[in-house]
Every structure is written in structure tokens, then in C-alpha cells.
């Protein structure tokens, strides 16, 4: 399983920016999905999940409201999209997939990841 993060780039406050991460293999239907991002000189930290149906989400406290994930599994593709962007979600932004299906919050249970993707909101 291959992932491959875009959509990253340079946005001012309060703008907006759709992250799109795509799958390779023909079972992208059957993984839970989860973005993380991780700043300079900070641990990785869970931003949003979302179940192989796409029934279930769920978002950190400091991007609820303000970012929606979403899949479409007929494109083997996961979006993240995110508005009234703030400085401190700068950070480069990594897809990720599990065998679950459920979606997880934690890093530890996902196994596969992409090379990610550089967000920088600035003031």
C-alpha cells in the first residue's frame, strides 16, 4: 500500500486549503484513514479519522468544527478539508491507513503512511 499526500501549500489566516491523499491497491475500501501533522520541534499529533464507510469521523478538539474529512472509495482517495486556517496548524500533514477499518486516533495503529505535506498558514 502506497500513500501520496498533496494539496499542501502557503495560505494567509483565516483561508482555506483541501488536502487530498490517494491510495494505491485495491483494497482502499477495507482502512480506516487518519491525518496527523506534526510542527517544528513538536511530537505528531492526530487531526481527524475517518471509517471505511465513511460513517464514522472523528477530529481532534483544536480542528473541530474547522476541518471535515471525507473519502470517496471509488477514487481510493481521503480529503482533509480545512478552513479558517490558523498559524498554529502550520505543520506538514501526513495521510495514514489501518487495518481496522474503524479509524483510530492513536499513530501507534497505523501501519501504512504517506511522505506528507507541508501546510504553513501565516498571520
Known amino acids: 500500500v502506497q500513500l501520496q499526500a498533496s494539496g499542501g501549500g502557503l495560505v494567509q489566516a483565516g483561508g482555506s486549503l483541501r488536502l487530498s491523499c490517494a491510495v494505491s491497491?485495491?483494497?482502499?475500501?477495507?482502512?480506516?484513514m487518519g491525518w496527523f501533522r506534526q510542527a517544528p520541534g513538536k511530537e505528531r499529533e492526530f487531526v481527524a479519522t475517518i471509517s471505511w464507510s465513511g460513517g464514522s469521523t472523528y477530529y481532534a478538539d483544536s480542528v473541530k468544527g474547522r476541518f471535515t474529512i471525507s473519502r470517496d472509495n471509488a477514487e481510493n482517495t481521503v480529503y482533509l478539508q480545512m478552513n479558517s486556517l490558523k498559524p498554529e496548524d502550520t505543520a506538514v500533514y501526513y495521510c495514514a491507513a489501518e487495518n481496522t477499518g474503524y479509524g483510530d486516533s492513536r499513530t501507534s495503529s497505523y501501519g501504512y503512511w504517506g511522505q506528507g505535506t507541508l501546510v504553513t498558514v501565516s498571520s
Open positions: 491497491g485495491r483494497t482502499f475500501g477495507r482502512y480506516g
